[in-house]
């Protein structure tokens, strides 16, 4: 790829970020949607023009990957308040580890015997299952704050989705390897796998957050080098994602995540309240939109025609799942869980939104797989109703048990 097409896709995507946050600004539509509807516009008038865009399925990932996952890992990271996420991790860790587990094999189990045909194996079911188990509070987090919710109900979606991003991706990792060998693995060793994938990323993160944190402290007490300290904090991001998934092969996200705690506890006691966190802010958003803008362009209407029972299906799997793993994790836990009130299970059941992980996920998927389009063409349906029907009426729900 020449730098010229490098630039002109970058401008091209920018401009259609910018686009969708200037169309949430004139309209209702959050800014999710906006971005959304930004890239399907584009995506029926950029032909027209003859202007390719070079973005195809098979070449998306190292963007999604190496870019766009660790900054809005990392980003998530650093605005948790640390105080109440402590308060509330055993919650979130249960619905972001026993609950991801129980909600990848029911939804699994869905949609192995309701589509029912040789050509989607167990494997792919899994795979499909672990991926539309991540969830994205982007659009929910959004009500809660203009609802006014309790600061505990808006960290337990915020925390849990934090945390089960991690352990979405080191579980469709795992089972991503073992569709591309082709080899039969226990699923105790597929559990000790996941298990050490997860700590090793959690100790290298942990490692890069403490010596990247004390570089920022230290440059952001020398007057004119604020923007250097904000530089150093931003390379942790992908430092840690890096040396994690590529050097040492175990979760970059999960380096993310604990980088990105660790650096903001240990960043608290300076001011950087002018200088990183409103360039995290900024480039957050974007991102997100970038995300958004990027689904618009590579959903097809074919996609969506030709797999449209594919995509009923999976809908309704996700949603049995969704409310049966927030139960059972609520029952079944109930000593570690005390503090999840059983008001808040309808609104964690249907704020289960899909959004920008299992997006960058499909994206992300081999094209050598012979089931990677009806697995993307369920995950983009699922995430569009997710969107346009979970999204837009949650307030609604929050109203009512607010009032009851």
């Known amino acids: ?47 027209l023009t003859g202007f390719d865009t070079g973005l195809r399925a098979d070449n998306i990932q190292p963007l999604i990957f190496f870019i766009i996952l660790p900054l809005l890992i990392f980003s998530a990271a650093w605005h948790m308040p640390t105080r109440l996420f402590v308060r509330w991790l055993p919650s979130c860790f249960l619905l972001a580890s026993i609950g991801v587990i129980i909600s990848t094999g029911l939804t699994a189990a869905g949609l192995f015997y309701g589509i029912n045909h040789s050509g989607f194996p167990w494997l792919a079911a899994l795979t499909a299952g672990v991926m539309l188990s991540a969830t994205d509070p982007v659009s929910v987090g959004a009500q809660l704050k203009q609802a006014s919710a309790s600061e505990d109900l808006q960290i337990v979606f915020e925390g849990e989705s934090l945390l089960n991003d991690a352990s979405v991706v080191v579980l469709f990792g795992v089972l991503l390897s073992i569709a591309q060998s082709q080899t039969a693995v226990a699923p105790s060793a597929v559990l000790l796998n996941f298990a050490t994938v997860l700590l090793g990323g959690a100790v290298v993160g942990a490692v890069c957050g403490w010596l990247g944190a004390e570089l920022a402290k230290l440059l952001n007490q020398q007057a004119g080098l604020e923007g250097a300290a904000t530089l150093v904090l931003l390379m942790v991001a992908f430092t840690s994602f890096y040396i994690a998934e590529h050097q040492l092969h175990v979760s970059g996200i999960m380096a993310v995540l604990l980088a990105g705690l660790i650096a903001k506890q240990r960043c608290d006691q300076q001011d950087f309240s002018q200088h990183f966190p409103n360039a995290l802010n900024w480039l957050e958003i974007w991102l997100n939109g970038l995300v958004f803008v990027l689904l618009g362009l590579l959903v097809t209407s074919e996609m969506l025609t030709h797999q449209w029972l594919a995509i009923v299906i999976a809908i309704a799997a996700c949603l049995v799942a969704r409310i049966v793993s927030v139960a059972l994790v609520t029952v079944l836990t109930m000593p570690l869980n005390a503090r999840l009130k059983r008001a808040w299970l309808p609104l964690l059941s249907w704020g289960g939104v899909k959004g920008a992980i299992a997006i960058a996920l499909a994206l992300s998927l081999p094209v050598s797989l012979p089931y990677w389009w009806t697995i993307q063409a369920m995950v983009f349906g699922v995430v569009l109703f997710s969107l346009l029907v979970q999204g837009s009426t949650f307030g609604q729900l929050l109203k009512r048990i607010d009032n009851a």
């Open 1 to 47: 790829m020449t730098t010229e097409i490098l630039l002109e896709q970058s401008l091209l995507l920018s401009g259609l970020v910018l686009a969708g946050l200037l169309l949430c600004r004139l309209t209702p539509l959050d800014a999710t949607l906006s971005c959304l509807m930004t890239g399907l516009i584009a995506s029926f008038l950029l032909p």
